[in-house]
């Protein structure tokens, strides 16, 4: 049983500055209410705090993701900021010192802003940078560090950041972008996977993977030809896009190879948007991966819908229509769909050679952020924790690690601190920024300590 948390601090001790500095800094309500990321949850300065958090819920791991900005304040290893790395090793030291394995991030959509400057993820150049980067720490944290995820959700990244431009650098391309950042995200992870696999893999002994987003998409007529196969391009485009290169061929999906294609074409471009990976870059792709990492929150109907007026972009290149449905409940975005969870670790397992899973996010926002006593909230993990064991069980999915997003309540990208996803409360209006457990808190360590739900089917 497992945390995530992101650390902010955004200019403490030498640290350069991130797109996501640069973006929530301009304002312009990209951001709920203006928000920044300045301080957070504090846990620059309260790593302390923190820590007392994970001991009273009895974590046996927990995940982090290093600043890759804090460590080389401008993306280089020509200016490391010692700071940064006295400040990573105190959390790694004191995990281990209490027990706890850390999973560690290396990029959290947070690129060095001297990076981004120079074209960020839609230039090819970035995959030297990431790949020095990563070397870097591999050498720097390997020795007690055995569990990486070199990228957290490109497919979130891409889209948001480079198609849709609703993230930093806030510039869209549509239907264009995307698809650039998501081809050099893929060789940057791929390239960081060999320089461990060749440099570091014989004496740490460590697993490289990256944590790819995907929720479940379920026809919304089952009995509609389209509808069905409109679900199978969204779990292509979404999760396969990035999961078959790696763990399967090196290639896309041909369905999204295909897609892409033929709207290119109705849309007049002399080829498809889609960029091509050559022979030798497929080779160098191809199973780079040590787990499955997936990051799951809900699930969606979907519905083919015809991209008449043929409009240029990635959603609308899968021509679909994604809805709820009506009786689900729902949480901020987030609609509780438990059983979403157990259809897609199937899908995992049966597409991708049965892998050891890691679900390396999962969560709830809490309803009611003025209220301590999230007992909705928790009972829709429990009736996840039910779906994950029937997985495990029924279904004999290699489940190995569950983490929940968030230890603490946190900035949450562009909805600010209006989503509040931790076990533990945050008051962002006090400076101490105290941590007070919500009742979901309490029934998680009482999880742990039973390794695992009472009650079993």
């Known amino acids: 049983m497992v945390i995530c948390l992101v650390k902010r601090g955004w200019d403490a001790d030498g640290k350069g500055p991130s797109v996501w500095d640069t973006f929530t800094h301009q304002g312009g309500e990209r951001v709920f209410q203006n928000q920044t990321g300045d301080v957070a949850c504090g846990s620059y300065t309260l790593w302390e705090e923190d820590l007392k958090c994970i001991k009273q819920l009895g974590l046996t791991h927990y995940r982090f993701s290093l600043s890759w900005s804090r460590l080389l304040p401008d993306g280089t290893t020509g200016f490391i900021n010692q700071k940064g790395i006295d400040y990573y090793n105190k959390i790694i030291d004191d995990l281990l010192t209490n027990g706890v394995i850390p999973i560690v991030t290396l990029y959290h959509f947070d690129l060095p802003q001297a990076l981004e400057d120079k074209g960020g993820w839609l230039s090819e150049a970035i995959i030297e940078s990431f790949d020095k980067y990563a070397r870097f720490c591999f050498s720097t944290f390997g020795d007690r560090v055995k569990q990486w995820i070199t990228i957290n959700e490109p497919n979130i990244l891409a889209i948001m950041a480079y198609d849709l431009g609703v993230f930093p650098p806030g510039v869209p391309?549509?239907?264009?972008?995307?698809?650039?950042?998501?081809?050099?995200?893929?060789?940057?992870?791929?390239?960081?996977?060999?320089?461990?696999?060749?440099?570091?893999?014989?004496?740490?002994?460590?697993?490289?993977?990256?944590?790819?987003?995907?929720g479940w998409a379920e026809p919304a007529d089952t009995n509609s030809v389209s509808d069905q196969e409109a679900a199978k391009r969204a779990i292509a485009f979404c999760l396969d896009f990035f999961a078959k290169p790696i763990f399967i061929d090196g290639d896309y999906p041909e369905v999204v190879k295909s897609q892409i294609a033929f709207m290119s074409k109705k849309q007049g471009y002399p080829s498809s948007r889609l960029p091509e990976f050559t022979e030798e870059e497929k080779r160098m792709i191809k199973g780079t991966a040590d787990f499955f990492a997936v990051q799951y929150y809900t699930s969606r109907l979907v519905k083919y819908q015809e991209n008449?007026?043929?409009?240029?972009?990635?959603?609308?290149?899968?021509?679909?229509?994604?809805f709820p449905d009506p009786s689900w409940k729902r949480l901020d975005w987030v609609y509780v769909v438990p059983w979403g969870i157990r259809k897609l670790l199937k899908y995992i397992k049966d597409t991708y050679n049965n892998p050891v899973i890691y679900i390396t996010e999962n969560g709830f926002p809490q309803g009611d952020p003025a209220s301590l006593d999230d007992t909705q909230r928790w009972e829709y993990f429990r009736q996840t924790f039910q779906e994950l064991f029937k997985a495990i069980q029924l279904d004999k999915v290699n489940l190995k690690l569950y983490c929940a997003w968030s230890l603490l309540?946190?900035?949450?990208?562009?909805?600010?601190?209006?989503?509040?996803?931790?076990?533990?409360?945050?008051?962002?209006?006090?400076?101490?920024?105290?941590?007070?457990?919500?009742?979901?808190?309490?029934?998680?360590?009482?999880?742990?300590?039973?390794?695992?739900?009472?009650?079993?089917?």
């Open 308 to 322: 008449k007026k043929e409009e240029v972009g990635f959603l609308q290149d899968v021509e679909l229509q994604v």
């Open 173 to 214: 391309h549509f239907g264009t972008g995307g698809y650039q950042a998501a081809h050099n995200l893929i060789k940057a992870h791929a390239r960081s996977w060999h320089s461990y696999d060749s440099l570091f893999r014989k004496e740490q002994k460590g697993m490289v993977s990256l944590g790819i987003f995907a």
């Open 409 to 457: 309540d946190n900035f949450e990208w562009t909805q600010g601190y209006s989503s509040r996803f931790g076990l533990f409360h945050v008051d962002f209006e006090d400076p101490a920024r105290p941590r007070v457990p919500y009742t979901s808190a309490k029934e998680y360590a009482k999880i742990i300590r039973n390794n695992g739900l009472k009650e079993s089917l």
